[in-house]
């Protein structure tokens, strides 16, 4: 009989611990790549080398894509702005194809409209409700004619904002930012889903370890990158594409760590408020 008591506190105890459902809340880091500034001048090559090391590994990407080149208003005998070529907009047509990605709107055409000083860049800062709504309605009209898909996210270039470009969102049927770091605050003030940015690529594999410390919670890191950040296009930039695909191999091997869009993250993160808000498509 001791024995058998002996046997059950030692081995089945422990074993029946080990199966219970929630005995330890199984991490999950989710982590978004959202690559910035995606435009008509980007080197064609650079960008498909990129976007291989990607798709190979069934990675998604946000791109943040910048549908104008040029002013919104141009001077008197200047040309209007040029928007997205067709040939940058295929290439977007076929990683959306290709599933997982996500196209997000960068403003309109990435224009420094600041006026402030000492200057701190903006396109939107600062102008009125009716100028960021002509600027954001605009872009996004562009970005789902010439690529089929309905808009969700919005990325104020520069990160920069005001509390005219979240009503200007939420009027022109976008429901997700991305900017800045979370802050749980502005969140809920704001009421739409906020998904910062608080890592770069370079950064991101330490970002994560330190994550991983901490297996109570679900974080989302957002990795921001730019194309002149990679050495092979750009001499000053500051990571490989062999570095980069070491790093994304690095993070596949990862049983933790999920990769999302902004909006899926915004689903997983923020279920209800995603839901309310009157852009998401019901299926
Ligand atoms: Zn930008």
Redesign the pocket.
Known sequence: MKFRVLFLALFMVPVALCFAPNAQASPRIDVVIRF??YCSGMATDSVLRFFLLFEQRSIPITF?V?PFEGPFAPPPGQPDAKPLTEEKAWILKRMLSAGNFEVAQ??FS?EDNTTETPKHSSEFRGLTLEQQMQRIKRGKELLESRLGIQVQSF?P??NTFDENTIVALKRCGLCILSAGKSDPELQSSYSIPVIGCGAGVATLRKRVEEEQKDLDHHPVITALF?IYEIKDFEPSGTFTLAELAETLDWLKAQPDVCFDTLQGAAKRQYPNLYQSMPAVDPQ
């Open positions: 910035d500034d943040a910048i960068h403003g990435h990325v270039p520069w730019h």
